[in-house]
C-alpha cells in the first residue's frame, strides 16, 4: 500500500509540475524564418544596393547553400530555420571576390533561428 501512495504522489507531483507549464506557455509561429540576411553594396556607390550579377553562397561543413533574393527587395536570405556557423563568398561580374573570414554563427530560440544580418561591401575589379 505504501507503493502505490508513493507512486500516486509521484504521478500527481509530474502532473502538477506540467500544469505549471503551461500557465505561461510559449505560442510559436508556423512562419519560416532566414537564418541568413545579406545586403551587398557598391564601395564606389555606397547607397546603392547590388543585387543584379551577385551570387552569395553560404557554408557549413558540408552544407552548401546559395541565398535568394526576392523580387523588391536589396537583400538576399537563406539557412531557413537551421543554425550552423556559416562562411560566406560573394561573387560579382566586375567585383573582387569577397570571402569571409570571421564566421556567422546563426542560433536559435525556443521556436525559431536568430536571423543575423550583414552588409558586405564589394569593391570594383
Same mark, same amino acid.
Given at each position: 500500500?505504501?507503493?502505490?501512495?508513493?507512486?500516486?504522489?509521484?504521478?500527481?507531483?509530474?502532473?502538477?509540475?506540467?500544469?505549471?507549464?503551461?500557465?505561461?506557455?510559449?505560442?510559436?509561429?508556423?512562419?519560416?524564418?532566414?537564418?541568413?540576411?545579406?545586403?551587398?553594396?557598391?564601395? %564606389?556607390?555606397?547607397?546603392?544596393?547590388?543585387?543584379?550579377?551577385?551570387?552569395?553562397?553560404?557554408?557549413?561543413?558540408?552544407?552548401?547553400?546559395?541565398?535568394?533574393?526576392?523580387?523588391?527587395?536589396?537583400?538576399?536570405?537563406?539557412?531557413?530555420?537551421? %543554425?550552423?556557423?556559416?562562411?560566406?563568398?560573394?561573387?560579382?561580374?566586375?567585383?573582387?571576390?569577397?570571402?569571409?573570414?570571421?564566421?556567422?554563427?546563426?542560433?536559435?530560440?525556443?521556436?525559431?533561428?536568430? %536571423?543575423?544580418?550583414?552588409?558586405?561591401?564589394?569593391?570594383?575589379?
Amino acid at each position: 500500500m505504501k507503493k502505490l501512495t508513493l507512486i500516486i504522489l509521484v504521478l500527481c507531483s509530474a502532473c502538477n509540475l506540467d500544469e505549471q507549464d503551461t500557465l505561461d506557455p510559449v505560442f510559436c509561429t508556423e512562419e519560416l524564418r532566414a537564418g541568413l540576411e545579406i545586403s551587398v553594396k557598391d564601395a %564606389t556607390n555606397i547607397d546603392a544596393f547590388l543585387i543584379s550579377g551577385i551570387t552569395v553562397v553560404v557554408m557549413d561543413g558540408t552544407y552548401t547553400e546559395t541565398l535568394v533574393n526576392f523580387t523588391d527587395t536589396d537583400t538576399f536570405v537563406g539557412a531557413f530555420e537551421r %543554425t550552423g556557423t556559416y562562411t560566406l563568398t560573394i561573387r560579382g561580374d566586375g567585383y573582387e571576390t569577397f570571402t569571409s573570414t570571421i564566421p556567422i554563427i546563426v542560433d536559435k530560440d525556443i521556436c525559431h533561428v536568430i %536571423t543575423e544580418s550583414r552588409e558586405i561591401i564589394l569593391r570594383p575589379n
